[in-house]
């Protein structure tokens, strides 16, 4: 499992940026946990969010804020292959969103 692909895709998906411009890596005092960091092309501000994987599931979270994990949230899951990660995002009205990310 790829953790950094998978966090840098799921910011990608729910933020509707290029996963190119994401930059992740390891919080430095819980390694379970990444922090995705990008700057927006269109006005230069700078967003930082906190990411875990549990299982399939990713969850995620303003860097200050809370954890998206009440049951009004979207609920995010991953699948991998040798060459795509797709991120899933799925709203509580039941619809939902499904991206590809080429390895």
């Known amino acids: ?19 190119e411009i994401m930059t992740t890596e390891p919080q430095s005092d819980n390694p379970e946990i990444y922090v995705v960091t990008y700057k927006r092309p ?15 599931r990713v969850i995620w979270g303003a860097i ?18 040798k060459t795509h990660v797709t991120i899933t995002e799925v709203y509580s009205d039941g619809s939902a969103t499904t991206k590809q990310y080429p390895k």
Do not use: Y
Not at 42 to 56: A, L, P
Not at 64 to 81: P, Y
């Open 42 to 56: 269109d006005d230069g501000t700078v967003w930082v969010n906190k990411c875990k994987v549990e299982g399939d």
């Open 64 to 81: 200050d804020g809370r954890w998206r994990t009440h049951n009004l949230d979207s609920k995010i899951t991953f699948s991998e292959s």
């Open 1 to 19: 499992m790829n953790t950094v692909m998978i966090c840098s895709a799921t910011i990608a998906t729910v933020f509707g940026q290029p996963i």
